[in-house]
Structures are given as structure tokens and as C-alpha cells.
């Protein structure tokens, strides 16, 4: 079955404490991307990938980091969480070179700062 | 910049009626494409509609239309004879072009569906 699967779904942390939240797609895509959600402002995007080793800055990508070392496989890291990184996280991935292509998503990571 | 807007946070319908949820974007581009996804409280992101700029016609998907208004940059989604099933979290997303890195997605519609 063609998905995005993200681990963990629930994340519970303390602030400073470095956390990964991984994302794998078995559709051989060669874009993907991170985004977060908040009430009221939709999803925003906070890193994308266009292929292995190339990645580069969203809206919001202050607090983040990733990294793009495998073409299915395009982890969140976040080095020094704090409260204001509390939100819903969805990993995406989608075809290029193809006219109209939509955005396949995970099932999202309700992660909360403490 | 490129901005979708999403004027109403909530909405709602008797069940087996229509309803029609609105969307505009800023956009100068004038090769792009619109989505509108719906996400259920399992939170699962999950395209209803898609439609291409360079096409006249409007996109349908069996009971979801939509409303294609490229001059006024206005991009309506409407749902008819909805469905409990239907109620969700409607989001109208925007994408620069075949290269367009981005999404744009406005802020979302919450729609209720009363039975």
C-alpha cells in the first residue's frame, strides 16, 4: 500500500530534550516536506526536500533541522524543543515531474513541549 | 507572496443538503493548481479535489465541485447531499506550477453535518 508513515503519533517531551520524529514514503517520491499546524493558521510549511542531500528552508523553520540521506526516509529533528514547538506535524511527499500532483500525507505527530 | 484565505472558520448543514465552502488566493502567477483536502478527527490529511489553472472546466468528484473563478482568484468547494461523513476539517491549498515547491494552505473550514 502506497503511504507515509510517521512515528512516533504522540510525543510527550521536556524542553531542551533533542527528539526525532521520522517520516518514510514507499512511493519512490523525490519531493517531500514538513509542515506543522496550529489552530486558526493552517499548515505551514518548515522544511522541504527535493531529492537526496537537498533540502532547504519553509515559512517556519526556525527550531528545526533535517536531513534528506535516503530518498524515502526524511526525518525532523528537533535539537532544543521548547513550548512554542507544540503542534500537530505532518510529513509529505509527492511526485515531481508530473503536472497537478498532489501532496500525500502521514498520519500526523501530536507533539507537546513541557 | 502567495496567501489563501478562508473566510469562514466554521460551518455547518443538514444532512442531504448542499453547502459551499470558500477559498481566495493572491497569487501573480498564472500557472498553478488548487486542492482542497479534508481532514477528518483522525487528523489524516486526505485530497478531495484538485484543479489546474490552464483549465476552464471545473473540476467534479462524484458529490464534490467546485468553482473555478481564476480572474477573481476565488476557488469554492461544494458538497452536495452531504453525508455525516463529510464533516470535517476542509483545508483549500495552493501550488505554484509543475516545479512549485510549496503548499499554501489557507486556515481551514470546520464543517458540521446535522442530521
Known amino acids: 500500500e502506497a503511504q507515509v508513515t510517521q512515528n512516533p503519533r504522540y510525543l510527550i517531551t521536556v524542553t531542551g530534550k533533542k527528539l526525532t520524529v521520522t517520516c518514510s514514503q514507499n512511493?519512490?517520491?523525490?519531493?517531500m516536506s514538513w509542515y506543522r499546524q496550529d489552530p486558526g493558521l493552517g499548515l505551514r510549511q518548515i522544511y522541504y526536500s527535493m531529492n537526496v542531500e537537498v533540502t532547504d528552508k519553509g515559512d517556519v523553520p526556525e527550531g528545526y533541522k533535517v536531513s534528506r540521506k535516503e530518498k524515502r526516509n526524511f526525518p525532523l529533528i528537533l535539537e532544543s524543543p521548547s513550548p512554542n514547538q507544540t503542534s500537530l506535524y505532518f510529513c509529505a511527499s509527492r511526485r515531481q515531474g508530473a503536472r497537478g500532483t498532489e501532496a500525500f500525507f502521514g498520519q500526523g505527530t501530536r507533539l507537546t513541549v513541557v | 507572496a502567495q496567501t489563501v484565505t478562508q473566510s469562514q472558520p466554521e460551518m455547518s448543514v443538514q444532512e442531504a443538503e448542499t453547502v459551499t465552502l470558500s477559498c481566495t488566493y493572491d497569487t501573480s502567477e498564472s500557472d498553478y493548481y488548487l486542492f482542497w483536502y479534508k481532514q477528518p478527527p483522525s487528523r489524516q490529511m486526505i485530497l478531495v479535489i484538485r484543479q489546474e489553472a490552464y483549465k476552464q472546466q471545473n473540476a467534479t468528484e462524484n458529490r464534490f465541485s467546485v468553482n473555478f473563478q481564476k480572474a477573481a482568484k476565488s476557488f469554492s468547494l461544494k458538497i452536495s447531499d452531504s453525508q455525516l461523513g463529510d464533516a470535517a476539517m476542509y483545508f483549500c491549498?495552493?501550488?505554484?506550477?509543475?516545479?512549485?515547491?510549496?503548499?499554501?494552505f489557507g486556515t481551514g473550514t470546520s464543517l458540521t453535518v446535522i442530521p
Open positions: 491549498a495552493y501550488r505554484v506550477s509543475n516545479t512549485g515547491n510549496q503548499f499554501y
Open positions: 512511493m519512490n517520491h523525490e519531493y
